[in-house]
């Protein structure tokens, strides 16, 4: 069974006049700090659990030195901002 971790949605990946509303960019809370290797995060799958759906996603690459770049089938609500997301990390 994949190991699950916690992060938090921290905004949308932005550019110079657009949001992209598919791609968010997710900080790994304190705890699991250690357990976010690289090798491992890189194609996991993310789930963000949300009123009567969940909006499943992968981390797509690296976004800084603590962030994360995910990418989702859909776009999501601007409402998911601040929430917590659960990264399956591959083995």
Do not use: C
Not at 39 to 63: A, Q
Request: no cysteine; net charge positive.
């Amino acid at each position: 069974m994949p190991k699950k971790i916690e992060a938090w949605i921290v905004n949308f990946r932005l550019g110079g006049k657009r949001v992209y509303p598919k791609q968010l960019i997710l900080k790994v809370k304190d705890e699991y700090e250690k357990d976010a290797d690289p090798n491992k995060m890189l194609g996991s799958r993310v789930e963000i659990p949300w009123i009567h759906e969940t909006f499943i996603g992968k981390i797509t690459k690296k976004h800084g030195k603590h962030h994360w770049l995910a990418t989702f089938r859909k776009g999501l609500p601007g409402q998911v901002l601040g929430h917590t997301v659960y990264i399956y990390l591959r083995d």
